[in-house]
């Protein structure tokens, strides 16, 4: 099996990986709603965790602190900039049928996400195939509960399931897009930049987005729920850094 092989199977199933979220579909409307908050707070917690604990500390190794932290602010401050402006073309119908704007910036996000992890495994399989394995397992174990958090935050952000779950999996793709490229160029093209981008962009979702979705008052039982959820989205990802490193 050839490199490009191993590469194009692995952009395809990690694709595939955008499909879990469809878990939800076999849970009645309460359960589903019972879970969504959680979902979102664990979904906030995973963000944030991937930018602080692997994106940053990637763009460090290759770039200086400076231009790192300049490129985390411009990330972060084009999406705050983004989210205003899908708030001027938000629609006026009830809030139940709209599609609230942070749902776009999920995808937005991901997508990128997507784009930047298949090019960075792509490049790991491209100096030794086993490596690219292990580097392939790792992104799989982090993009499992991520996916199933961004499904949550398209629900409660007024998508109904089946859209939710298709556009979900459109930005999956953009990880074989990014493993196809990685591969074409032979890493000739320096995207070093769109790492602490992207963590810019995570931040502002997760913080700016997410974290206030939950940050609402509730119960003492439900409010211990939501914060283990974000702490748990936070462990997740150091766990995976301590053993997958970047």
Same mark, same amino acid.
């Given at each position: 099996?050839?490199?490009?092989l191993?590469?194009l199977?692995?952009?395809?199933?990690?694709?595939?990986?955008?499909?879990?979220?469809?878990?939800?579909?076999?849970?009645?409307?309460?359960?589903?709603?019972?879970?969504?908050?959680?979902?979102?707070?664990?979904?906030?917690?995973?963000?944030?965790?991937?930018?602080?604990?692997?994106?940053?500390?990637?763009?460090?190794?290759?770039?200086?602190?400076?231009?790192?932290?300049? &490129?985390?602010?411009?990330?972060?401050? *084009? @999406?705050?900039? %983004?989210?205003? !402006?899908?708030? #001027?073309?938000?629609?006026?119908? =009830?809030?139940?049928?709209?599609?609230?704007?942070?749902?776009?910036?999920?995808?937005?996000g991901?997508?990128?996400?997507?784009?930047?992890?298949?090019?960075?495994?792509?490049s790991?399989?491209?100096?030794?195939?086993?490596?690219?394995i292990?580097?392939?397992?790792?992104a799989?174990?982090?993009?499992?509960?991520?996916?199933?958090?961004?499904?949550?935050?398209l629900?409660?952000?007024? &998508?109904?399931?089946?859209?939710?779950? *298709? @556009?979900?999996? %459109?930005?999956? !793709?953009?990880? #074989?897009?990014?493993?196809?490229? =990685?591969?074409?160029?032979?890493?000739?093209?320096?995207?070093?930049?769109?790492?602490p981008?992207?963590?810019?962009?995570?931040?502002?979702?997760?913080a700016?987005?997410?974290?206030?979705?939950?940050?609402q008052?509730?119960?003492?039982?439900a409010?211990?729920?939501?914060?283990?959820?974000?702490?748990?989205?936070?462990?997740?990802?150091?766990?995976?850094?301590?053993?997958?490193?970047?």
């Amino acid at each position: 099996m050839t490199t490009f092989l191993w590469i194009l199977a692995g952009g395809v199933l990690m694709s595939a990986i955008a499909l879990t979220g469809s878990l939800t579909l076999i849970l009645s409307e309460a359960t589903l709603q019972r879970l969504l908050l959680p979902l979102v707070a664990f979904a906030a917690g995973s963000l944030i965790g991937g930018a602080l604990f692997h994106m940053l500390p990637a763009a460090l190794v290759s770039l200086e602190p400076a231009r790192t932290m300049a &490129w985390v602010a411009l990330g972060f401050a *084009l @999406f705050f900039g %983004l989210e205003q !402006l899908l708030h #001027l073309h938000h629609c006026h119908r =009830a809030r139940a049928a709209c599609k609230r704007p942070l749902t776009y910036l999920i995808l937005v996000g991901d997508g990128l996400h997507n784009l930047l992890g298949g090019m960075a495994v792509a490049s790991v399989f491209l100096v030794d195939v086993r490596l690219g394995i292990a580097a392939w397992l790792a992104a799989a174990a982090h993009e499992v509960p991520q996916e199933i958090g961004d499904f949550g935050v398209l629900v409660h952000g007024g &998508w109904r399931k089946k859209p939710a779950l *298709l @556009f979900n999996f %459109l930005s999956g !793709l953009a990880f #074989l897009v990014g493993s196809v490229l =990685a591969y074409l160029g032979s890493l000739r093209f320096d995207v070093a930049f769109l790492v602490p981008f992207g963590a810019g962009n995570f931040l502002y979702i997760g913080a700016s987005d997410l974290v206030p979705e939950v940050n609402q008052p509730h119960t003492l039982g439900a409010s211990l729920l939501h914060f283990g959820a974000f702490a748990g989205g936070l462990g997740l990802l150091w766990l995976l850094r301590g053993i997958g490193g970047h």
